[in-house]
């Protein structure tokens, strides 16, 4: 979920969390569980799997409540049972597992021109105009249809190979869906069974989007082409998505209180069956391994030749904070575009402050106000500081602009205690966490957010000055700010915590203040109160730079249909930058110092190089089986995992530092010496590739053998292994950087080095 979105539903999420995942019924615990089966084992009296599953299921519990059966995404299906039910179950022939159900949370018309996807510059992709039978499904919160950037104008009729549909519901009719949106499914059960039935006079029991969020992902992903595109005034312009040729699928899995396993791998599973090319999922749970239900279904999909990409979290600037670090997920972080929407911050002493704001409105007068620190005026010791509900005193806020510190409420909502008050401004500093990153945010009140220098100056002067005053100026839009990309703040970091040698994330793309195709349901803000009505919205997030992603997969699948989902990760990450044109390295907002591979992995996407990557770096089911023998997964959980029946060979010995991923990452822990092997396919022309190698410091010495690959034809593969010689003395936490580059005068393969002392 974005940051500037989950601000204005956070604490309604929190409750839920605390309410947990079950209820009581008639004295007795229930719960959802995903019960996986091994479908090999399926007695022969059975006609169909599905009447093996109820059976199995009736022989614990008469009365237990099938939500929903699987059969793409895994084998098996999602039921309500007591503990003891479950336990029970969980002994009956051919149930490999019984896993309570988690519950999970969501995590443009700047954008193509920064990747240099001018619409007008179509020659790189010259197979992906609106007739494209490229498919990207989007697992979200539904979709809007009637939105612009789901016109079908002048595409061509749908394709052949789709075999999905729209489903019917509250607000939303089959016809809605068209050429373009040609699919539309809602998975609810999940939710249901948790929550009771939905209110329809809130929530839309359909694909309708009532949040925003699905539709912001989707038309980031594949949305048609808009012209005077912008929100409120503000990013105006040519909107289009970036495989804006694709066609689109909305799975509506997420719900008010959030996202269920069930519900997920039931919009995963029908993806599947209806053969989208592309998924896109913002969304992540709790990290517990590779038999996470995400990415479980993400295996099944991968097996089909589905690209997977899904956001890396937004919980940096902490270490190994990633999420959805599966190897066969492309795991997206997020970095800035090159447009502001700067704000003045004017103090009495004089001095001026930019921050960032998207209010459209009545502005202050030119004179300056009077300035309060929230603290100072508030009935509330703990909460006062953060304008939280019923704290602030009107008497000491009316006609001022109030200072209030961030936290504890939505940002925009904070502006709503202040106007209630009687305050006509609002300054909102940023944590010690956010920086100097500036998120912009659509206020109901005059209002800017400023990064934490800034605010530590500001707050300084409102609490020592004896007549503090101020005013707020809104600047509008700016582009080609400088430097651009830089590494979000919220953007979640490696190392990856499951499997620390398989880096993470893989690569960033743009996710900060990102405008998009929004929901006609609710205000810019998500606020209940926030009457406003707009075509589209500026939020951020992972959740925006992951359908990034998943439009150049489209784009790429269109012009190479025959790439695997590796071949497709393989090109964008050989091809990111991680560097500025002049020669710098891409920096950290947060600090303001050069990012490391832990932050933005392979780099930013480059698709006007990933298009001709010259090399790739391929991988199969086998080479993800063998990646799990090396986990020392055992045959259960593989087939959990695979759905099928695999064993590793205990003659063979399995190495996590064999898996042919398009990265390198060294876990020292006490070895001097690792060694790592790889495999290259050609997908250019003949030629000769060199090797060069990079490494920040002395402690790391890295060689490559052989130093030279000569390739002959399209398809010919050379393997190559890399030896790291470290100094396995170096204090724990320790990090060290370096990068193994071929290229044949034409290309640059490019794979990041990361190396970390535990």
């Known amino acids: 979920m974005s940051p500037s979105f989950l601000s204005s539903t956070a604490f309604f999420f929190i409750v839920i969390l605390y309410l947990g995942l079950c209820h009581v019924s008639h004295g007795t615990q229930q719960a959802t569980y995903i019960v996986h089966m091994g479908k090999s084992q399926m007695p022969l009296s059975f006609d169909h799997h599905s009447l093996w599953y109820d059976s199995s299921l009736r022989s614990v519990s008469e009365s237990a409540e099938m939500l929903y059966t699987y059969k793409n995404a895994i084998h098996g299906f999602a039921t309500r049972l007591t503990p003891q039910e479950a336990n029970s179950l969980m002994t009956r022939p051919g149930v490999i597992s019984v896993q309570p159900e988690q519950r999970y949370e969501l995590h443009t018309t700047r954008t193509p021109l920064f990747l240099g996807l001018d619409v007008h510059n179509s020659g790189l992709f010259p197979e992906t105009g609106p007739s494209s039978n490229v498919v990207v499904g989007v697992l979200d919160t539904g979709v ?18 789709w075999k999905g549909g729209c489903d019917p519901g509250t607000r939303f009719t089959a016809s809605l869906c068209n050429r373009k949106l040609i699919g539309a499914r809602f998975f609810v059960r999940g939710y249901e069974a948790i929550n009771g039935p939905v209110d329809e006079s809130k929530e839309s029991k359909s694909p309708r989007d009532d949040e925003g969020h699905g539709t912001h992902t989707a038309s980031t992903a594949a949305g048609s082409i808009v012209e005077g595109a912008n929100l409120l005034g ?5 909107a289009r998505g970036i495989g804006y040729g694709a066609r689109v699928a909305a799975y509506k899995v997420c719900w008010r209180t959030g996202c269920f396993t069930s519900d997920i791998l039931a919009g995963i599973d029908k993806a599947i069956e209806d053969n989208v090319n592309v998924l896109s999922i913002s969304l992540s749970g709790r990290r517990t391994g590779y038999t996470d239900d995400v990415a479980i279904g993400a295996f099944a999909a991968m097996e089909k030749g589905i690209f997977v990409s899904c956001s890396a979290g937004n919980n940096g600037p902490f270490p190994s904070s990633v999420a959805n670090v599966a190897p066969w997920i492309t795991t997206v972080g997020a970095g800035t575009l090159d447009r502001d929407f700067p704000a003045l911050a004017i103090l009495g002493n004089g001095k001026k402050y930019t921050g960032v704001s998207l209010f459209r409105g009545d502005a202050l007068p030119p004179k300056m106000l009077p300035f309060v620190y929230a603290g100072n005026a508030s009935n509330n010791a703990t909460y006062g500081k953060y304008c939280f509900p019923g704290t602030l005193i009107p008497d000491k806020v009316k006609g001022k602009i109030v200072m209030c510190e961030k936290g504890r409420s939505a940002n925009v909502e904070k502006g709503e205690v202040v106007k209630a008050a009687g305050g006509l401004g609002m300054i909102l ?33 409102t609490l020592t000055d004896p007549n503090p005053t101020a005013s707020i100026v809104i600047q509008g839009t700016v582009v080609n700010v400088q430097p651009s990309p830089v590494l979000a703040a919220f953007s979640s970091r490696g190392p990856n915590p499951i499997t620390p040698n398989i880096l993470k994330p893989d690569l960033i793309a743009p996710g900060v203040n990102i405008l998009a195709a929004w929901t006609g349901a609710v205000g810019p803000s998500g606020l209940d109160s926030d009457t406003r009505r707009v075509e589209f919205n500026i939020i951020s997030g992972t959740s925006m730079s992951c359908p990034h ?26 091809t990111a930058y991680n560097t500025y044109k002049d020669g710098k390295p891409i920096l950290d907002v947060l600090t303001l110092k050069p990012s490391t591979p832990f932050g933005h992995g392979a780099g930013h996407v480059s698709p006007a190089t990933a298009v001709s990557p010259g090399l790739i770096y391929d991988l199969t089911r086998v080479d993800y089986i063998g990646f799990l023998c090396a986990m020392n997964y055992n045959s259960s959980l593989i087939k959990i995992i695979s759905r099928g029946n695999y064993a590793c060979d205990a003659s063979k010995t399995y190495s ?82 370096g990068s193994i580059e071929w290229s044949d005068g034409k290309h640059v393969v490019a794979s990041p080095v990361a190396i970390s002392w535990t």
């Not at 503000?234 to 040519?238: C, I, K, L, S, V």
């Not at 100097?436 to 209002?447: G, K, N, Q, S």
């Not at 699948?557 to 050989?574: D, F, G, N, Q, Y």
């Open 144 to 161: 809007w249809p009637e939105s612009k950037s789901f016109s079908d104008a002048g595409y061509g009729p749908i394709p052949p190979t």
């Open 429 to 461: 500093p940023n944590t010690a966490f956010d920086g100097e990153e500036l998120l912009a945010d659509a206020f109901m009140l005059l209002a800017t957010t400023v990064g934490k220098k800034a605010g530590d100056i500001i707050r300084h002067y």
């Open 656 to 737: 996590v530092a064999d898996l042919n991923y398009p990265s390198f990452a060294v876990n020292v822990n006490g070895s001097d010496t690792y060694k790592y092997t790889r495999t290259v396919t050609n997908v250019g022309g003949a030629g000769s590739y060199s090797v060069k190698v990079t490494s920040e410091t002395t402690a790391v010495k890295i060689s490559v053998e052989p130093a030279v690959l000569n390739f002959e034809e399209v398809n010919e593969k050379k393997s190559y292994a890399v030896t790291f010689t470290v100094d396995s003395s170096k204090p724990s936490e320790s990090n060290s950087f």
């Open 234 to 238: 503000f990013a105006n312009g040519t």
């Open 549 to 574: 992603v998943s439009g150049l997969a489209a784009l790429l699948k269109s012009v190479h249909p025959e790439w695997s989902p590796a071949a497709i990760r393989s090109a964008l990450m050989t």
